[in-house]
């Protein structure tokens, strides 16, 4: 059969492409999570963002909607709560590159999902997406006349 080498090893070589490229999740231990998420933010870089302070602080915005709360690390898992009807729940949490997934021990719904980047400085500032949303929509306002 012609072309029966060549299709075999493009076949294999699209399947080796493709296992490659899929993400591969390490579960954290409670000292890397704290190692990973301390004076750093959790965010989709579009829609929210949730800042981790040292003191255990926790900043979150969705949306322009700014919550503040805490969290701890307890056997091995994060635990946020958030005191304003906000509830609180401890995930485990696991690491690809920058992918961070938040799942809840036992269950079979999907993984609350982000990325790590630097935080801003300030905890009390609203997370960077926020903030370039805000001077973008400065940008475009026409100057009084």
């Given at each position: 059969?012609e ?19 899929a993400?591969?999740f ?6 890397q ?14 829609h929210?963002g949730e800042?981790y302070?040292?003191?255990g ?12 709360g ?6 091995n ?8 009807g ?6 485990d ?5 920058r992918?961070?997934q938040?799942r ?5 719904d ?6 790590l980047?630097?935080a ?8 960077p ?10 940008s ?6």
């Amino acid at each position: 059969m012609e072309g029966g080498p060549i299709l075999a090893v493009v076949a294999s070589a699209v399947g080796f492409s493709a296992a490659a490229g899929a993400e591969v999740f390490q579960k954290l231990s409670g000292a890397q999570i704290r190692a990973k998420l301390v004076g750093r933010q959790l965010t989709d870089e579009s829609h929210w963002g949730e800042i981790y302070q040292p003191n255990g602080r926790l900043v979150s915005d969705e949306m322009g909607n700014t919550r503040v709360g805490s969290w701890h690390i307890m056997k091995n898992q994060l635990c946020k709560t958030y005191p304003e009807g906000g509830g609180s729940a401890c995930f485990d949490v696991w690491l690809s590159g920058r992918a961070i997934q938040m799942r809840i021990p036992g269950s079979t719904d999907f993984p609350f999902e982000g990325v790590l980047i630097d935080a801003p400085h300030s905890g009390t500032a609203p997370p960077p997406h926020r903030l370039a949303d805000r001077a973008s929509s400065k940008s475009t306002q026409s100057a009084p006349r």
